[in-house]
């Protein structure tokens, strides 16, 4: 298995900072990104959330609203290599991933690495790309790795996707593959600001674009410890079981016809305990789990016909299920 030598490459172990110094410093990051947007404090929470988990973002909503413009925050926030990929019908897997090109000199193929290379992938309209294309972020986003004519090349660490797309009802996209969705840890919507915010950015953009004077909050060495540190955020037996329960709840429900994947219940947990450590403790709360429970899970669920002819917007009915399925899911005493 080969290396691609990139700025970011580095030990996949890292020391973890303690808990008091995670929450202090993810403040910092949550206030550097919210200089550039205005009003949409929980967005923000969950997407540093997901960065800590060390998960992959999907941010979905109308244009207009903000979504590349988290991305671009979020990215910059972290001093590490960042690659930006503007899905188009006519992108090709290789423009992603890489390809091999002949050197006349040394007579050999050499591999020309993509532009999936990097610590932080901004995939901007992410499924105005052909599925095709879609599926060459398969691997990436879940073994850290690329394989192309035979040879396998080892990502840098860490490794996050975020991507943005409209929703499928508008011209030119393409629904994301099932496998493609369950790989995002997370998804969310920026929605509208309301009025005050958006007044607030009539005038702060007048003349500037704050992200242009966002300055990195963090580098790769302390981030490589705040994600050692979540990793290390205790998380009970009764809190495991309270998280598999309301996944296997989703694939047992009446208006669901495919419930959350296994690989849904571990992010869940991997996401609540990042949670836990923006918020300074040391373990997860079933709390932690109930507000990730739709963002982590909703993406994930295909509603049933039958439900979706009572009502015809999917985001919201998942929505509605999970909220319910929480609701019903009896929480665990203690920690």
Not at 57 to 68: C, F, N, R, S
Request: charged share 25%.
């Amino acid at each position: 298995m080969t290396t691609i030598p990139t700025p970011a490459a580095a030990p996949e172990q890292a020391e973890s900072i303690d808990t008091t110094e995670l929450a202090e410093v993810a403040g910092h990051i949550i206030e550097s990104i919210e200089h550039v947007i205005d009003g949409k404090h929980d967005q923000v929470v969950t997407a540093l959330t997901v960065l800590l988990a060390e998960g992959h973002l999907l941010i979905e909503d109308v244009p207009g609203v903000g979504k590349t413009m988290l991305a671009r925050s979020l990215a910059k926030a972290v001093d590490g290599t960042i690659s930006r990929i503007q899905f188009t019908p006519d992108l090709l897997p290789s423009d992603v991933t890489g390809v091999s090109v002949f050197n006349q000199a040394t007579r050999e193929f050499e591999f020309k690495p993509g532009s999936v290379f990097a610590n932080i992938v901004i995939g901007d309209e992410i499924n105005r790309a052909s599925p095709k294309t879609q599926s060459a972020l398969l691997e990436a986003m879940e073994e850290r790795q690329v394989s192309v004519d035979g040879g396998t090349y080892r990502l840098a660490r860490p490794f996050i996707v975020v991507a943005t797309q409209n929703p499928v009802e508008m011209e030119g996209t393409y629904a994301l593959p099932e496998a493609q969705r369950d790989r995002f840890m997370a998804r969310i919507a920026m929605g509208y600001p309301d009025a005050a915010s958006e007044v607030e950015m009539l005038g702060a953009r007048d003349t500037v674009n704050p992200i242009e004077s966002l300055e990195p909050v963090v580098g790769l060495d302390t981030l490589r410890q705040m994600m050692a540190g979540v990793r290390a955020v205790f998380t009970s037996a009764a809190v495991k079981q309270y998280a598999v329960a309301i996944a296997r709840a989703t694939r047992d429900d009446q208006d669901i016809r495919l419930g959350a994947s296994p690989r849904a219940t571990l992010q869940l947990v991997r996401a609540a305990k990042a949670r836990a450590a923006i918020a300074g403790r040391e373990f997860v709360l079933p709390d932690d789990i109930d507000e990730l429970a739709v963002p982590v899970l909703g993406h994930r669920l295909l509603p049933t016909s039958r439900a979706l002819g009572k009502q015809h917007e999917t985001t919201a009915l998942v929505a509605e299920v999970v909220q319910r399925i929480v609701a019903a899911t009896p929480v665990p005493s203690g920690r």
